[in-house]
């Protein structure tokens, strides 16, 4: 059975970049576009940036990479008409084939077949391209109460998607989709609620100025 190698960094083609779940959040992706354009002309710039959150991809069969991590930059990349990209390559599973492949995926928690309702799906329903990757406000919600500081960033697999399910069940899509600044005052409370205490990077209630703690 082929053995997972120590994180690596590789220039691959985007063109080679397949997803590793459903959905993404569309205002992310939207979010991340605008940054690369902001750093088109200042290189170096631009280069910190995409290392600064790395594509982190398993290779498979075929000459794909499968995206693990940052499907958002990913897309981003590939919208702007970016060639290729510096990667984290996580693990080599080329040599295995399909259906070992996808055996192996699942065990190592690498894939997450869940839609933009949160129902789980079988494995034939994940796209082939990144670009038919189907938009989920509510991973959108999470990613901007995370960077607003609403919980911290953590190594769980799919953490972001645990998030949006919380506040899935929680606030009413209408408000995400048309008032997201809204939505994410709501959530941004929501997040520091103790019902969401098991979930990762949880900051809980944080003590007012002046009080100890």
């Given at each position: 059975m082929?053995q ?5 960094q590789?220039?691959i083609?985007?063109s080679?970049?397949?997803p590793t ?6 205002l992310?992706v939207?979010r991340k576009r605008q940054r690369?354009?902001e750093?088109e ?8 940036y995409i290392?600064?959150t790395?594509i982190?991809v398993?290779l498979?069969p ?14 981003a990349?590939?919208k702007?008409n970016f060639e290729?990209a ?10 295995l084939d399909v259906?070992?492949f ?13 839609n933009?309702k ?6 034939k ?6 670009r038919?990757?189907k938009?989920?406000p ?10 607003s500081?609403g ?10 998607f645990q998030?949006?399910?919380y506040f ?10 048309k008032k997201f600044?809204k939505?994410?005052s709501?959530a941004?409370k929501?997040a520091?609620?103790?019902?969401a205490s098991?979930l ?9 100025t002046?009080?100890?703690?």
């Amino acid at each position: 059975m082929a053995q997972p190698q120590p994180p690596r960094q590789e220039s691959i083609e985007i063109s080679r970049l397949r997803p590793t779940q459903l959905t993404v959040g569309m205002l992310e992706v939207k979010r991340k576009r605008q940054r690369l354009r902001e750093l088109e002309r200042r290189p170096s710039e631009l280069v910190a940036y995409i290392l600064e959150t790395p594509i982190h991809v398993v290779l498979g069969p075929s000459q794909n990479a499968y995206v693990i991590d940052h499907h958002h930059l990913a897309l981003a990349l590939l919208k702007e008409n970016f060639e290729s990209a510096p990667m984290e390559i996580e693990a080599d599973f080329s040599e295995l084939d399909v259906k070992e492949f996808w055996e192996r995926m699942q065990v190592e928690h690498y894939v997450h077949l869940f839609n933009a309702k949160g129902k789980a799906k079988p494995l034939k329903s994940l796209p082939k391209s990144l670009r038919r990757l189907k938009d989920d406000p509510y991973r959108s919600l999470a990613g901007f109460v995370r960077v607003s500081g609403g919980y911290a960033k953590t190594d769980a697999p799919f953490a972001e998607f645990q998030w949006a399910d919380y506040f899935r069940n929680r606030i009413d899509k209408e408000l995400v989709t048309k008032k997201f600044d809204k939505a994410l005052s709501k959530a941004m409370k929501l997040a520091k609620d103790e019902d969401a205490s098991n979930l990762p990077g949880y900051l809980g209630q944080q003590p007012k100025t002046g009080e100890k703690g």
